[in-house]
């Protein structure tokens, strides 16, 4: 009997996500079980599901062969269920022992006392070399992940929920964890590793499950296969067809963004990029191939000027910006169709006209000596985006949050790409759209591209890429790990560079 | 030296009724929620403990049902910015106007009256220290009673776990509720036994500091109290010092008269001194250190 | 077993009918709870509101007072409704107020001022007095990082112990027994008034021209535009380019200023002098008067009358029914609870879930 038995789990985010795909999955007891899978291919989800933080909409969850249902992580926790995520649960201002000691059954007077001796134990154990009375805010990643990890032991854990937990180690620190779960799983506790590294399904995991697109894919013995095999399920076949040909030539054209030897920090001070240079011309559409999480964030907050580089140069239209406001960028001709569209792109309480402002306020077109607002003219070019970009609005005087989350993201890249801007940073423009939507946008942005801009695409969805840009290159670990025209695009080469194997 | 004597019993007494309304706030605060109704709850806290002393002649009844109507009041805050999830400023804000409103209903029948003053207990033989005794072993039941409630709020704050759970919900609630904390619940108490302090605090100004009830008679103490709080980082035996300070500033204020030092720019100290506190701990590194909590003033809605 | 759970959730939109739904169970409740109030206190409640609405709106003289009341509650008001629509929590504007009463009582007092001029620079006058003191919470809030609450809070008391050391020190007029005044300003440096009334006109003038122009500035300008913004989403500001700490200062400014102008006009409009208590709360009373008009500048003209109103003819019961002037806070706390209540009626939502 499997520990752990999921059954038809099927997820749905409203307008059109479909996170989790009628999956079944079974866990035995004492195994490392790796989840590989694309950003998107519903690992977390699936993983949030099992922990109590989501309630599936369709599918039920044994664990010893009994139905269960968590309305939140405490029902999950009592069937010694941890999850250590990507952000720790962690008070960055207390102690070791004082976080630990929270969620832990302790005497009222001086508890950090048995505390410590129970982490100097556990500890010892499997070790995890663990200071109790070290704050937080002193540890680096790697340390507070052994925090949560020796909470999950203290707590007795049963099934312990990795999720991407070598996304934010060094190779040192890798080698270290992956020892403390063989330890772990050698004590007889399950582990689900959740990645989507090839390299390390092979180094720690017993089984291994590929989702792809909400489904499971195939569950295997790691033993059973190998890198080759799995980069192909994880990535699918990729169809080379739809390659756009009524593109007009662009070389020769001037350069309008050039980011030079690029070093940027993560919000952990962690170098995320690593040295990147490209050019991008006018009227090119590049691309930037890669998981999420290899930089591709901290590289498009550098060039649109949310984050400061470190390191290196930035030129927009031959000026250099490196150290430039948003608004300066903004100015000489910057669209940017951000990654949070909700969070960031849109004021979901302001009105669809005032969204459509949002990043043109500056614009001699809609005010008067840049003070006085012309909403006439605003207006005017609301129902144009609007009716251009099929945005399905009842009234653009209402709230932009009356809109549901494809036309929110149909208004963003609708207003970015009507400013007739000389250069695009798109983030997974269509994520989240329909075919016939996204295929407009894809239009769209080819159209910008002949009209001049030069577009720079990220995205996870390499058909995508394929299908429009000039030039594609592959982002891994903060570094450009590969570059491919047009001519030349592999997309199976692609892929595997995607998942770090291969390249240079 | 008997001056001097005589001046540090009077910054004692003149501290606690400010050390007794900052020790609430601390855990109000710790808790991650600010209560500016302080003011409001130490005052109808007097007019309550006076009225109900003048007419039972018994001064511990007058107490406790000033800690009980202050500590409603404070269930009042609690729920609005709990539960509700309102604004804590203007809630706090409203329920000082309420209170100052309300205690000069209740009390208007008994301004200028004489009524019960708490007595003294002198704690024998230490009293008969000379000076040492005048000095810390000669009074009422509610400045020993703050003393103690300072060394114990110290205590539960730093050494048990309930002092963790405490900060944490202030720290980082979701963290808190992720190991099973139950926030609101939480915040519910820390809120509440503020207002039964401040509740506490006002009672003593009426039936031992001043004895008497003079309408507005806290005279901006609550709001003294919510600058110790910040200028005593959050900590009870930092307050404690804090709160003999800045009573010691008050009664220096008249003292000081007479040599040409004016009292209204030495009244102005505390203030100053509690800005200078929050831009030292504005730096991200010393907030660490200090222990400003990280959600001060932040409802927590669990993501649904 | 059943169990029901509760769920609270952030409304997408408000409605117009849940907004009148809210907005008139709130009212209800307000009503009843004054009501029961005033039974507690022993008060026929019909009494009681026949002689409020009687002393404040109900004869020439109480409209006189209403408005002359209204106009340090209007410019306040106006000012505190920007800043908190770019959620910058200005609690100051009593300190901002005493401030610029403070500057422009000065300038009447001891500069020789052209008669001519006497009057805009006294203005002038109280609108840096109270700009610069809320430039320093300002600063702190833009730069530091520093928390608004707290120190516009604070500056509060250092402004009115400021006044205070003035008053009954260095600035003690020298014909006023004993009391804490200042002398009387020079008569070219008072505000003219309506005849037969202490409405200071020029000052109210100024405090509906400002609510105009502000609500002008925040629905039809770039830097309302953005004020707007930043009151509901940093992110989005960021990304849309607007600089957060440059926003902040100017609100500050613009309703500390504001609130120095009553403070001139209290001044130069009504006492004639600087005095131990010169504003009776105003600045406190003012975010009051903000909440009631959500916030809208144009709406805050009508909130700051009707809180005005409730002041006179609070005035006017606590003669009558025998209660000090404290007495009126209780109204006005217990309106601003219900405000609370509005505001979680309209934004939020209710669930109900087995």
Request: hydrophobic share 45%.
């Amino acid at each position: 009997m499997p520990l752990v038995k999921l059954k038809n789990i099927t997820k749905f985010f409203p307008p059109n996500i479909l996170a989790n795909d009628h999956i079944n999955l079974e866990v035995n007891v004492g195994e490392i079980h790796a989840i590989l899978g694309e950003n998107g291919a519903g690992k977390s989800t699936l993983m949030k599901i099992l922990y109590g933080m989501l309630q599936p909409d369709e599918g039920e969850i044994y664990i010893d062969g009994r139905k269960v249902t968590f309305r939140s992580p405490r029902d999950a926790m009592k069937y010694g269920i941890r999850m250590v995520h990507q952000h720790f649960m962690l008070i960055e201002n207390h102690t070791v022992a004082e976080n630990i000691a929270l969620g832990m059954r302790t005497s009222i007077v001086n508890p950090l006392k048995e505390v410590k001796r129970r982490i100097r134990e556990v500890s010892d154990s499997y070790g995890l070399k663990v200071d109790p009375d070290d704050y937080i805010w002193q540890l680096s990643a790697g340390e507070k992940q052994r925090v949560e990890i020796l909470r999950a032991l203290i707590d007795d854990v049963r099934i312990l929920i990795l999720d991407e937990p070598t996304s934010i180690l060094t190779p040192n620190e890798v080698e270290k964890l992956f020892e403390v779960l063989r330890r772990i799983r050698d004590s007889g506790k399950t582990i689900l590793f959740v990645t989507h590294k090839l390299k390390e399904v092979f180094q720690i995991s017993d089984r291994v499950t590929v989702l792809r697109k909400g489904r499971v894919i195939v569950t295997k013995e790691t033993s059973e296969t190998c890198e080759e095999e799995l980069a192909r399920l994880m990535i699918g076949e990729i169809a080379v067809n739809g390659i756009n040909s009524n593109k007009s030539n662009y070389s020769g054209n001037g350069v309008v963004l050039e980011v030079e030897d690029l070093h940027v920090l993560n919000d952990k001070g962690v170098t995320a990029v690593k040295g990147v240079n490209f050019k991008v011309r006018s009227g090119e559409i590049v691309g930037i191939a890669g998981v999420a999480g290899n930089g591709q964030r901290e590289l498009v907050e550098a060039i649109v000027g949310l984050r400061r580089a470190v390191r290196g140069r930035i030129r927009i239209l031959n000026r250099d910006v490196t150290k430039a406001s948003v608004l300066d960028r903004l100015k000489l001709g910057l669209a940017h169709i951000p990654e949070d569209r909700i969070g960031a792109g849109v004021v979901p309480r302001l009105s669809i006209v005032d969204n459509i402002l949002l990043t043109r306020y500056f614009e001699k077109t809609f005010t008067l000596n840049s003070i006085i607002i012309n909403y006439g003219k605003i207006r005017e070019a609301t129902r144009e985006v609007i009716s251009r970009f099929n945005v399905k609005a009842s009234d653009i005087s209402m709230p932009a949050s009356t809109l549901s989350g494809g036309n929110i993201q149909k208004l963003i890249v609708g207003r970015e790409l009507s400013k007739n801007p000389k250069i695009i940073v798109a983030v997974h423009p269509t994520y989240g759209l329909d075919i016939a939507a996204s295929s407009y946008i894809r239009r769209m942005i080819i159209d910008a591209g002949n009209k001049g801009a030069g577009v720079l695409l990220v995205s996870e969805d390499l058909d995508e890429l394929i299908e429009i840009c000039d030039r594609i290159m592959v982002m891994f670990e903060g570094r450009i790990v590969g570059e491919f025209s047009r001519e030349s695009f592999e997309p199976h080469t692609i892929g595997l560079l995607m998942a770090g194997i291969g390249g240079g | 030296m008997d001056v001097i004597v005589a001046f540090l019993r009077t910054m004692i007494r003149a501290g606690t009724p400010l050390l007794l309304a900052t020790l609430g706030e601390i855990y109000t605060e710790r808790s991650g929620i600010i209560n500016l109704g302080l003011e409001g709850m130490m005052i109808v806290g007097a007019s309550v403990a006076y009225v109900v002393a003048y007419h039972t002649g018994n001064p511990i009844l007058g107490i406790l049902t000033a800690i009980c109507i202050s500590g409603a009041m404070a269930l009042i805050h609690a729920f609005l910015s709990i539960t509700l999830r309102s604004n804590q400023i203007i809630s706090g804000l409203a329920l000082t106007m309420i209170g100052v409103g309300l205690s000069s209903y209740i009390g208007r029948d008994y301004v200028g009256k004489v009524g019960v003053k708490l007595p003294e207990i002198p704690i024998y033989p230490l009293s008969a220290i000379p000076y040492i005794g005048e000095i810390l072993f000669k009074y009422d039941p509610i400045v020993y009673a703050s003393l103690i409630l300072t060394f114990i709020l110290w205590f539960t704050l730093y050494r048990t776990k309930i002092g963790i759970i405490v900060r944490s919900v202030g720290e980082n609630p979701s963290v808190a509720d992720s190991q099973g904390v139950n926030v609101y619940l939480v915040r519910y108490i820390c809120t509440i036994l503020g207002g039964m302090l401040a509740g506490l605090s006002g009672a003593y100004l009426s039936l031992s500091y001043v004895p008497a009830w003079v309408e507005g008679m806290t005279g901006g103490r609550g709001w003294i109290a919510i600058a110790l709080t910040i200028f005593a980082m959050w900590d009870p035996l930092k307050a404690l010092i804090g709160a003999y300070l800045f009573g010691g500033i008050e009664v220096l204020q008249y003292n000081l008269q007479p040599m040409g030092i004016p009292p209204n720019i030495l009244a102005m100290t505390p203030y100053i001194l509690t800005i200078v506190t929050l831009f030292i701990a504005s730096r991200e590194k010393l907030r660490r250190r200090i222990g400003a909590p990280a959600c001060l003033g932040q409802p927590y809605t669990r993501e649904a | 077993m059943v169990k029901i759970r509760i769920y609270v959730r952030r409304r997408v939109r408000t409605s117009l009918k849940v907004k009148i739904v809210s907005a008139s169970l709130s009212t209800l409740a307000a009503v009843v709870a004054i009501v029961l109030m005033f039974h507690v206190l022993g008060v026929d409640p019909l009494y009681a509101f026949n002689r409020i609405y009687m002393a404040s709106l109900g004869s020439y003289y109480g409209i006189s007072e209403t408005i002359t009341k209204s106009i340090p509650l209007l410019l306040c008001g106006v000012g505190l409704a920007v800043a908190y629509k770019a959620k910058v929590w200005n609690i100051g504007a009593e300190g901002q107020l005493l401030m610029g009463a403070i500057v422009s009582g000065g300038l009447a007092l001891f500069t020789p001022l052209p008669p001519q001029l006497a009057i805009p620079i006294i203005f002038l006058g109280g609108f840096i007095g109270g700009a610069l003191w809320a430039l320093i919470p300002a600063v702190l809030k833009a730069k530091f990082q520093v928390n608004e609450v707290i120190t516009t809070l604070m500056m509060n008391y250092i402004a009115e112990r400021i006044l205070l050391y003035l008053v009954y020190g260095p600035w003690r007029g020298k014909e006023v027994w004993g009391f804490p005044f200042t002398s009387r300003i020079p008569s070219y440096a008072r505000l003219p008034v309506v005849p037969g009334t202490r409405i200071h006109y020029p000052t109210l003038i100024i405090g509906l021209v400002s609510a105009v122009l502000l609500f002008f500035m925040l629905s039809r300008t770039t830097i309302g535009f953005k004020v707007r913004v930043i009151g509901e989403s940093i992110r989005a500001s960021n990304y849309a380019g607007i600089e957060y700490s440059k926003i902040v200062i100017l609100v500050m400014i613009i309703s500390g200023g504001l609130a120095g102008l009553a403070g001139a006009g209290e001044v130069a409009g009504i006492q004639h002098m600087l005095r131990k208590g010169i504003s009776p709360g105003y600045g406190f009373t003012a975010i009051i008067v903000a909440w009631l008009g959500n916030l809208n500048p144009l709406l805050v003209i009508a909130s700051s009358l009707l809180i005005a109103s409730i002041l006179v003819g609070g005035d006017a019961i606590q003669i009558s029914i025998g209660l000090s002037s404290a007495f009126i806070n209780l109204f006005n706390g217990t309106i601003l609870i219900f405000l609370l209540l509005n505001y979680f009626l309209s934004e939020y939502e209710i669930i109900v879930r087995r």
